[in-house]
């Protein structure tokens, strides 16, 4: 199983240029996470999916964030456009909607200069 | 108030030690427990899944949730340099993948050789 797979790892832009992350979840797992984790502290929600469904979106900055999920399967997180304070890792988890826990990807470690 | 304390660290212990890790939580509709492990630059990886109070042991880790008092404990036996890394405390109010996780900052843990 090759787990949760994002792309890229590293990412450093100039502020007010756009990025995006992307996720391939665990294959069969029908809800996909976003979190964002800032240096020090713990992961928060950005965005839930429920197959192609964002059911959670309450935490995602919408003025500048927006995820996209199709065919249920990858999603693309994107921000335009970038601030300094968005410097953080991007996480992707997912989940077969049973049972307990998630799994994590490696994330994207994005610096804004 | 954080909805979930927990103490950064960092702690650093010799090889061989018994671990001690903690969280506490303000939120009494938390129900789900876990224990996360991140090695620097990697994702979160779980390792402790526990529901309401009480202790739950595999292998060298044991997890306690004190729900009277909103308290919940991760101990690591014989611990090994291997056993280096962030420990994140998670909770929710819901098992399965319909709910958030809110997380602790995270404990950094140095065994020394």
């Known amino acids: 199983e090759a787990g949760v797979v994002q792309s890229p790892r590293y990412k450093i832009i100039e502020k007010k240029q756009p990025v995006a992350f992307w996720c391939n979840p665990i294959?069969?797992?029908?809800?996909l996470y976003w979190y964002r984790q800032n240096l020090g502290q713990g992961p928060e929600l950005l965005i839930r999916?429920?197959?192609?469904?964002?059911?959670?979106d309450s935490q995602l900055p919408k003025d500048r964030f927006s995820a996209e999920r199709l065919k249920g399967v990858d999603s693309t997180l994107k921000i335009q456009p970038a601030e300094l304070g968005d410097s953080a890792v991007y996480l992707c988890?997912?989940?077969?909607?049973?049972?307990?826990?998630?799994?994590f990807g490696s994330g994207t470690r994005l610096t804004v200069v | 108030q954080k909805e979930v304390e927990q103490d950064p660290g960092p702690l650093s212990v010799p090889e061989g030690a018994i671990v001690s890790l903690n969280c506490t939580y303000s939120?009494?509709?938390?129900?789900?427990f876990m224990w996360y492990r991140q090695y620097s630059r990697k994702g979160p990886e779980l390792l402790m899944y526990?529901?309401?109070?009480g202790n739950k042991e595999d292998g060298r880790f044991t997890a306690q949730v004190d729900k009277s008092s909103k308290y919940i404990s991760l101990f690591i036996r014989d611990s090994q340099p291997s056993d280096s890394a962030t420990y994140l405390c998670?909770?929710?109010?819901?098992?399965?993948?319909?709910?958030?996780?809110?997380f602790g900052t995270g404990t950094l843990l140095a065994v020394q050789p």
């Open positions: 939120n009494s509709a938390f129900q789900y």
């Open positions: 999916y429920e197959n192609e469904e964002a059911v959670d």
């Open positions: 998670a909770m929710t109010a819901y098992g399965g993948a319909t709910n958030k996780l809110i």
């Open positions: 526990t529901y309401s109070s």
């Open positions: 294959s069969g797992h029908n809800t």
């Open positions: 988890a997912s989940s077969p909607g049973t049972g307990n826990g998630y799994t």
